[in-house]
């Protein structure tokens, strides 16, 4: 029983870190990053298992995540309202070439951060971008100008 | 190619209408989440060893040990008794809060001798003249499953059945 109520409460908390890190933080990916990610599941495994070596305690702590991780995309599908807390909404970023500085400063991004993207993407200048979208899964959409 | 992307609402996710304060429910989130290791750093969440003095007609007893434990921790709970009397035969008694969910890994050094006294573990320190100084090391680890919240830890120390010294304190578990 211990390992499902560890597993439910540290998927709440790494959701909510998820969620209140900032999309910025998890779509670049730096290598210090994937570090970090290594460390962060190396130490929430810690806490989640414990001196837990069995096969059954394994088998219960992947199964509360799993379950836990449907229940939320099943709730982020069948409710609007949820989708917007669970997954974040998009944000627009570009507009006919014009970048949104308030939208950027919201999730702490540069016109370079932006530019690096578009780049990324084969666009040159930020001028040829009609929409720049972020995502909530932390990329940048862009559609170019006609 | 002007039109608005699919799915996407202008007065919502360009204009952020309805959407102005999420950026603060955010950033109250993240100073809470930030708030964890500042407020651990305060010795909230353990492990620091606590000190504490009893002084009595007959002896002394120091008791060094944290009363913030987590799950898992290995730790040392120190009991420093002095004699200001000759302590014919003392004994150091642990209530059952001492030893409930724990792994007792070493006492060092050895009493004499080891009891149950009504569910607590007697400890036999043996002989103690007028001045002198017995230190107890105990060596703990709190089992991982072990949670509690106000758990009674009481000491006494007693020489035969005269108790000389009682000292009680809760003590918090975290999971």
């Known amino acids: 029983m211990d390992i499902a109520v560890r597993g439910i409460a540290l998927f709440l908390f790494v959701f909510l870190l998820t969620r209140v890190i900032g999309r910025r933080e998890l779509s670049t990916l730096q290598p210090f990053d994937l570090i970090l990610l290594i460390v962060l599941g190396d130490l929430i495994q810690q806490g989640l298992t414990q001196d837990d070596y069995s096969v059954t305690g394994a088998v219960i702590a992947v199964s509360t995540i799993a379950a836990l991780q449907v229940l939320t995309s099943y709730v982020s599908f069948r409710f609007r309202w949820a989708r917007r807390i669970l997954d974040g909404e998009p944000l627009v970023l570009v507009q006919a070439g014009r970048v949104i500085e308030k939208n950027l400063r919201r999730e702490r991004m540069t016109v370079e951060d932006v530019a690096e993207k578009a780049r990324a993407s084969q666009i040159a200048s930020l001028e040829d971008v009609q929409w720049a979208v972020f995502e909530p899964s932390g990329a940048i959409s862009f559609i170019p100008k006609q | ?175």
């Open chain 2, 1 to 175: 190619m002007a039109d608005v992307p699919d799915a996407i609402v202008l007065k919502r996710d360009r204009d952020l209408e309805g959407r102005e304060n999420d950026v603060w429910v955010r950033r109250v989130l993240m100073a809470l989440v930030a708030a964890i290791p500042v407020v651990a750093l305060f010795n909230v969440f353990g492990q620091r060893p606590d000190t504490h003095t009893l002084v009595g007609p007959a002896a002394s007893l120091k008791i060094y040990a944290p009363a913030r434990l987590r799950a898992g921790l290995l730790y040392e709970a120190r009991f420093h008794v002095t004699a200001r009397q000759e302590l014919k035969d003392a004994y150091l008694v642990l209530g059952p809060g001492w030893a409930e969910g724990m792994s007792i890994n070493t006492i060092e050094p050895s009493p004499v001798s080891e009891a149950s006294n009504a569910g607590r573990l007697s400890l036999e320190l043996g002989h103690l003249p007028a001045g002198q100084s017995y230190i107890l090391f105990m060596q703990f680890q709190v089992n991982p499953t072990n949670v509690a919240f106000g758990r009674r830890q009481t000491v006494w120390l007693t020489d035969g059945k005269t108790r000389l010294l009682t000292f009680s304190r809760d003590i918090t578990i975290f999971p």
